[in-house]
């Protein structure tokens, strides 16, 4: 998607993100048809304030970069939305209008854009994904650019990076034009499903996780859950998607859940809260089957950190089908591993990367 800065372009890319005071950067130079990742990190603003980090980024040699910014899912919504029947030029404005009563803020205070749902292939009503972003965290973005004379081209977003790294994967695999789902959890709080075909994206949920999920123990071992040690999930979960949009889950009662939960212990208890995340993946996955039956889902990739081959394997013994890991370290050797503190910020500005400047409207 494109945005509306454009300045004098530079030699290396620097790729960023800045949310919650946290700025994470990719730094990387052209390399063939692609790039060599150079240099990554999290620089976090302490108590010296936005000026203190300016300098320490200037240190670092990140001032007057050609830059590519990616958005957190925290900092915009991403809705779905019929496509209005009017000409490719009258869909941002026709969108805006129909979002109207789906956004959080007032219209005249978003940064709105659009992109075709798919690749143009199915059939029936089309489809938009609308991305809308608050002005004024647009405007963060940009006056921490202007202190660096970043020269910022493109504002992207955390669906269009995810659906850029799986694509590369399934291209590696040798099957680009098959549907693959990618699952990636990077904060501990939400999990972020795409599921992709033909290096498009089709479907986007997130999904929030428990409380402590990525310190809980996620199966119990022995202690397999039965019917007769705790209420089968289902029963318990409300489905908040509404025509394949889900609108969030409610864990209220996952806590409570925890506390009284005498049978089996802490690894018990956490594998009960552990199963609303298999529940709401498992939906997903139906409703995909149900709704692109000409695009039966090829496989499921996950990142999560230092336990992404942990939850590959778990969740793969759950839903019953193969789970492999979102694995980049043969695209890119110089990424931060992925048990490191700074992967999680790191491994999605990577498909910021893989960004091309024409997509299908």
């Excluded at 006056?143 to 992207?156: E, K, N, Q, T």
Aim: proline fraction near 4%.
């Amino acid at each position: 998607m494109r945005w509306p800065w454009q300045r004098k372009s530079s030699g290396d890319l620097l790729v960023v993100s800045w949310a919650d005071e946290a700025l994470a950067y990719l730094r990387a130079r052209p390399s063939g048809k692609g790039y060599e990742v150079t240099a990554t990190g999290v620089e976090r603003q302490g108590a010296g304030g936005r000026d203190e980090l300016v300098q320490r980024l200037q240190a670092l040699g990140l001032k007057g970069l050609r830059t590519h910014v990616m958005l957190r899912p925290e900092q915009y919504q991403f809705l779905q939305i019929d496509a209005p029947a009017v000409p490719p030029e009258e869909l941002r404005s026709a969108a805006r209008y129909q979002v109207r009563e789906l956004v959080d803020s007032h219209l005249d205070d978003i940064t709105l854009d659009v992109m075709r749902l798919g690749d143009g292939q199915e059939k029936g009503q089309a489809h938009l994904f609308v991305v809308a972003a608050k002005n004024a965290v647009v405007r963060d973005v940009m006056a921490l650019g202007d202190a660096l004379a970043w020269d910022v081209s493109v504002i992207d977003v955390q669906e269009t990076a995810q659906r850029n790294l799986q694509s590369l994967v399934s291209q590696g695999e040798g099957r680009l034009e098959r549907a693959t789902a990618a699952l990636v959890l990077t904060d501990g709080k939400q999990a972020l499903l795409t599921i992709s075909a033909n290096e498009e994206l089709f479907y986007t949920r997130r999904l929030e996780l428990p409380e402590g999920f990525m310190n809980m123990a996620w199966s119990p071992g022995e202690m397999a859950a039965t019917a007769e040690t705790y209420t089968p999930v289902s029963e318990y979960v409300p489905d908040y998607s509404v025509g394949g949009v889900a609108y969030g889950n409610d864990y209220s009662d996952a806590r409570g859940l925890a506390a009284g939960a005498g049978v089996g212990g802490a690894a018990q208890a956490d594998h009960e809260r552990a199963q609303r995340l298999v529940v709401e993946v498992q939906r997903s996955l139906d409703l995909w089957e149900r709704s692109w039956t000409q695009l039966p889902l090829a496989g499921v990739r996950v990142f999560a950190g230092g336990r992404s081959q942990e939850l590959a394997d778990w969740l793969g013994r759950e839903i019953g089908q193969a789970v492999g890991v979102l694995d980049l370290a043969g695209s890119w050797k110089d990424l931060p591993p992925s048990d490191s503190p700074d992967a999680a910020y790191c491994w999605p500005l990577a498909g910021v990367l893989l960004r091309t400047e024409v997509r299908k409207l």
